[in-house]
């Protein structure tokens, strides 16, 4: 990024200027990561603190430690109905699970299908690698319910994953223990144990048996075909409820020109434009979608991945951003698509302050659409909006 930043003039002005534009560019790497402020702190820490930097470095680099689930695997699952009961209830699935690199390899997507006596159950997880903590999150959607769980969050050593995290089991605080044994190239284990004494003893929750039918899956963005002509037409009628296909238009891939306010809420009117690329695939058989987005400007280089996931219950969209540097998803933005517009909105933390966010977005022509990001102190009376995408399609050659 410094050297970026350089420009022939004389040796003090050139100084002072390559300090006033990397601030600028540290102050714009944390307006872009704005949707979700707690990505952005290890980016600005590590750009900040060599010793940091130097100690981390150190641990051990655990990117490839989910590479053995790669593939499609035969899965026979166990779950326990109360597991703080004894003897407790519990029923079993049988059923597939498909796990395929994404994102240039920097995540992994898992798709589960399984029966079960209650019928047909799905579900989705992104694994996601935070290279400056050495961890994996494990970020899972069930289909059922379409909300995204908080996510576990761990390491391997000596060849077993345990991730941790907490929820609630019938209304009480539990902690959550998920742990990969038994890995072989043919087979493997993932197991979760809860918790309500604050680790001390962990009682079985779920067990998955797996064992591989195929060959690896390809690494790619993902091996579901896109939609056909018909369906990126849009579905959405005026008046009626989201149906889950509102976001076909956007399959593909685009050429993308972005804008971005440089300092949000403090009265700045300076703005700064990147150019790009954005790849959008659907996934999960069109429950949820990926987008991909690549950007160059004067402030360095940015990429992001975006999950949108619908939800059948309430005819909602979610949508929840990640970054390379961080291996988290931050506070899913909910909305829905009315009169061909998406508008998303969550409360986050921005510079300290707590923010109304929307995200929105929507589609010009069949070869046009666009975004933006805006922010709101005052609870949505008035907005700000801090960045513009402008999207065009990329045709075949």
Same mark, same amino acid.
């Given at each position: 990024?410094?050297?970026?930043?350089?420009?022939?003039?004389?040796?003090?002005?050139?100084?002072?200027?390559?300090?006033?534009?990397?601030?600028?560019?540290?102050?714009?790497?944390?307006?872009?990561?704005?949707?979700?402020?707690?990505?952005?702190?290890?980016?600005t820490l590590h750009a900040a603190s060599n010793n940091e930097s130097e100690s981390t470095d150190t641990a051990r680099?655990?990117?490839?430690?989910?590479?053995?689930?790669?593939?499609?695997?035969?899965?026979?699952?166990?779950?326990?109905?109360?597991?703080?009961?004894?003897?407790?209830?519990?029923?079993?699935?049988?059923?597939?699970?498909?796990?395929?690199?994404?994102?240039?390899?920097?995540?992994?997507?898992?798709?589960?299908?399984?029966?079960?006596?209650?019928?047909?159950?799905?579900?989705?997880?992104?694994?996601?690698?935070?290279?400056?903590?050495?961890?994996?999150?494990?970020?899972?959607?069930?289909?059922?319910?379409?909300?995204?769980?908080?996510?576990?969050?761990?390491?391997?050593?000596?060849?077993?994953?345990?991730?941790?995290?907490?929820?609630?089991?019938?209304?009480?605080?539990?902690?959550?223990?998920?742990?990969?044994?038994?890995?072989?190239?043919?087979?493997?284990?993932?197991?979760?144990?809860?918790?309500?004494?604050?680790?001390?003893?962990? /009682?079985?929750?779920?067990?998955?048996?797996? !064992?591989? *039918?195929?060959?690896?899956?390809? &690494?790619? $963005? #993902?091996?579901?075909? @896109?939609?056909?002509?018909?369906?990126?037409?849009?579905?959405?009628?005026?008046?009626?409820?989201?149906?889950?296909?509102?976001?076909?238009?956007?399959?593909?891939?685009?050429?993308?020109?972005?804008?971005?306010?440089?300092?949000?809420?403090?009265?700045?009117?300076?703005?700064?434009?990147?150019?790009?690329?954005?790849?959008?695939?659907?996934?999960?058989?069109?429950?949820?979608?990926?987008?991909?987005?690549?950007?160059?400007?004067?402030?360095?280089?940015?990429?992001?991945? /975006?999950?949108?996931?619908?939800?059948?219950? !309430?005819? *909602?969209?979610?949508?929840?951003? &990640?970054? $390379? #540097?961080?291996?988290? @998803?931050?506070?899913?933005?909910?909305?829905?698509?009315?009169?061909?517009?998406?508008?998303?909105?969550?409360?986050?933390?921005?510079?300290?302050?707590?923010?109304?966010?929307?995200?929105?977005?929507?589609?010009?022509?069949?070869?046009?659409?666009?975004?933006?990001?805006?922010?709101?102190?005052?609870?949505?009376?008035?907005?700000?909006?801090?960045?513009?995408?402008?999207?065009?399609?990329?045709?075949?050659?």
């Amino acid at each position: 990024m410094i050297d970026s930043l350089r420009t022939l003039q004389s040796p003090a002005k050139a100084a002072k200027t390559m300090l006033i534009k990397l601030l600028a560019s540290i102050a714009l790497l944390i307006a872009t990561l704005g949707w979700h402020a707690e990505r952005a702190s290890p980016l600005t820490l590590h750009a900040a603190s060599n010793n940091e930097s130097e100690s981390t470095d150190t641990a051990r680099d655990g990117k490839n430690d989910f590479d053995f689930d790669l593939g499609v695997w035969h899965t026979h699952i166990k779950r326990v109905l109360d597991p703080f009961s004894a003897p407790s209830n519990s029923m079993e699935l049988n059923g597939t699970v498909t796990v395929r690199k994404i994102w240039d390899g920097r995540a992994q997507l898992e798709e589960i299908e399984a029966d079960g006596p209650k019928g047909h159950w799905e579900g989705l997880t992104l694994f996601l690698y935070n290279p400056q903590s050495h961890q994996w999150s494990m970020n899972f959607i069930n289909s059922k319910i379409a909300a995204l769980n908080a996510p576990l969050i761990g390491a391997f050593k000596d060849g077993r994953g345990e991730l941790f995290s907490q929820d609630t089991f019938h209304d009480k605080f539990i902690l959550v223990q998920g742990v990969w044994s038994d890995i072989a190239p043919d087979s493997h284990r993932y197991a979760e144990s809860y918790s309500n004494d604050g680790g001390k003893t962990w /009682a079985p929750a779920f067990v998955g048996d797996l !064992t591989r *039918e195929k060959q690896p899956a390809p &690494a790619g $963005p #993902s091996s579901t075909p @896109l939609s056909t002509a018909a369906e990126q037409t849009g579905n959405t009628q005026n008046g009626q409820p989201n149906d889950g296909h509102e976001f076909d238009f956007d399959f593909g891939t685009w050429k993308t020109h972005s804008s971005r306010l440089l300092h949000p809420l403090t009265g700045s009117t300076t703005w700064v434009d990147m150019d790009g690329v954005s790849i959008v695939k659907k996934v999960w058989d069109g429950r949820a979608n990926l987008a991909e987005y690549k950007a160059d400007g004067p402030a360095g280089h940015v990429e992001l991945l /975006a999950l949108r996931w619908f939800n059948p219950n !309430t005819h *909602e969209w979610n949508i929840d951003f &990640a970054t $390379p #540097s961080v291996g988290t @998803l931050g506070i899913p933005g909910v909305g829905q698509f009315k009169n061909g517009r998406a508008d998303l909105y969550d409360y986050e933390l921005i510079n300290g302050r707590s923010v109304l966010v929307r995200f929105s977005m929507w589609k010009i022509t069949s070869d046009a659409a666009q975004s933006e990001q805006a922010f709101s102190e005052d609870g949505g009376k008035t907005w700000e909006v801090n960045w513009i995408n402008k999207y065009t399609r990329e045709t075949e050659k």
